[in-house]
């Protein structure tokens, strides 16, 4: 797969006999400065979670970094969705996806580090059905020369998964803000793609300032359960004070109908073309559709997240 600063391989690890993903990082082509980019680095090596992605190892080469993690054959939630569940998941899935992403966000918080980017393309699956968090590629940890720091002001994510206040700017932000993402995030898998992502980025930002938060109340929505929409509407809730953390999120009665590992294979791997022919078979499709100038805005930022996931 390859992004604006950074490409993905799937190569064989000769010293551990696996086949493993390689993201190479272009130094020259990327807008975070080396520090940034080793932290990330750093950041992946030192996670140790089943639902977060941890880097083998990384090196530089020349203007490049190359972070060695393990290769998740399944691809992004994303990437599933828009090959075969164009219209979303059902809600069963939909919990087993998002209880293993808040385990993973409750870890995160409780090492000081905001993700800032939850998405159904940074929900990755593996080939037993596990799933994980990854792309630390614009993360922050909160904890620096041991003090905690009370807010970010940074402006980064994908903006149809921002929240207001990095929005803002006013009065920086913590992890609350990937709280709300986690909320967008629930109405893409449901969906099949995240609220507003029709529209051009400016006009996300303002939508999400000037709008109600968006939620599962739409005549499409009846089959989805009372818990389903009471989860989402905690977490898009404007004031981040008010929003719950994962680990309370996590003791919610939606989550009781989360499944195995097992669960996902059935019902997501199972009978799937493999990563590598639905990425060329998507890449060909908006090659398409680009070479025709028929594709709208929203549909362009849809591919930008495929096109960056892994493979």
Same mark, same amino acid.
């Given at each position: ?12 690890? %000769? ?23 080793? %932290? ?62 808040? %385990? ?208």
């Amino acid at each position: 797969g390859q992004g604006v600063s950074a490409i993905v391989y799937r190569a064989l690890c %000769r010293p551990l006999g696996e086949t493993v993903a390689v993201k190479v990082l272009d130094f020259e082509r990327t807008n975070s400065n080396l520090n940034n980019i080793m %932290r990330e680095a750093q950041t992946m090596i030192l996670i140790d979670h089943p639902n977060v992605v941890k880097a083998i190892c990384s090196f530089a080469n020349n203007q490049t970094l190359w972070v060695v993690m393990p290769y998740m054959a399944g691809g992004s939630c994303l990437h599933i969705m828009k090959s075969v569940y164009p219209d979303g998941f059902e809600e069963a899935v939909i919990a087993t996806l998002l209880r293993e992403v808040l %385990r993973g966000l409750e870890y995160l918080h409780h090492h000081g580090h905001i993700h800032r980017d939850v998405k159904a393309g940074n929900i990755l699956v593996d080939s037993r059905g596990g799933v994980k968090l990854g792309d630390f590629g614009v993360s922050a940890c909160l904890f620096e020369s041991g003090d905690r720091q009370r807010a970010r002001n940074t402006f980064v994510g994908t903006p149809c998964w921002m929240a207001p206040e990095v929005m803002e700017q006013l009065h920086g932000y913590d992890f609350k803000a990937d709280i709300w993402s986690f909320g967008i995030t629930a109405l893409e898998l449901a969906h099949g793609h995240a609220p507003f992502s029709k529209y051009p980025p400016m006009k996300v930002l303002l939508m999400t300032l000037q709008n109600a938060p968006p939620g599962l109340d739409y005549e499409r929505d009846k089959k989805f359960s009372r818990h389903f929409k009471q989860m989402v509407a905690m977490c898009l809730v404007k004031e981040p004070s008010k929003r719950p953390t994962a680990t309370k999120l996590l003791k919610q009665s939606f989550f009781k109908q989360a499944r195995s590992h097992d669960y996902i294979v059935r019902k997501l791997l199972e009978g799937l073309p493999g990563l590598g022919a639905r990425y060329q078979a998507l890449k060909e499709k908006d090659e398409h559709l680009l070479a025709q100038k028929k594709m709208p805005d929203g549909r362009k930022e849809e591919i930008s997240q495929v096109l960056i996931l892994n493979l």
